[in-house]
Nanobody, 132 residues
Framework: EVQLVESGGGLVQAGGSLRLSCVAS????????IGWFRQAPGKEREGVSCISSSDGSTYYSDSVKGRFTISINDAKTTVYLQMNSLKPEDTAVYYC?????????????????????????WGQGTLVTVSS
């Protein structure tokens, strides 16, 4: 059974940084994609960034491009989201998700976040609060 566990959330002042981790277990293949999504109170879930484990390709939404960096460790067990220059509008619960189909993950993250329900695996989320 594939499982994802997020950590690293917390309270930070505007302009600060946080690094989120998503530990993945149970994958039977090295070829999958991991995405980060976030959901603020009263708002719909939105895609933030995703990475393909096979070639390391990375993708970012316009709202975080240049500030956030997604990466994966050599063992392909943990995906990180380094968040710099945080803004109050980045406040949300951050979730990681996995899917064997990289195209589905990229499309969902960047263009069709409402289809997030169809992604194969989700973590429980970690709260990020950015104070002004």
């Amino acid at each position: 059974e594939v499982q994802l566990v997020e950590s690293g959330g917390g309270l930070v002042q505007a302009g600060g940084s946080l690094r989120l981790s998503c530990v993945a277990s149970g994958f039977t293949s090295d070829d999958y994609a991991i995405g980060w999504f976030r959901q603020a109170p009263g708002k719909e879930r939105e895609g933030v960034s995703c990475i393909s484990s096979s070639d390391g390709s990375t993708y970012y939404s316009d709202s975080v491009k240049g500030r956030f960096t997604i990466s994966i460790n050599d063992a392909k067990t943990t995906v990180y989201l380094q968040m710099n220059s945080l803004k109050p509008e980045d406040t949300a619960v951050y979730y990681c998700a996995a899917d064997k189909n990289s195209i589905v993950m990229i499309t969902t993250t960047l263009y069709k976040p409402r289809r997030y329900r169809y992604l194969e695996v989700w973590g429980q989320g970690t709260l990020v609060t950015v104070s002004s």
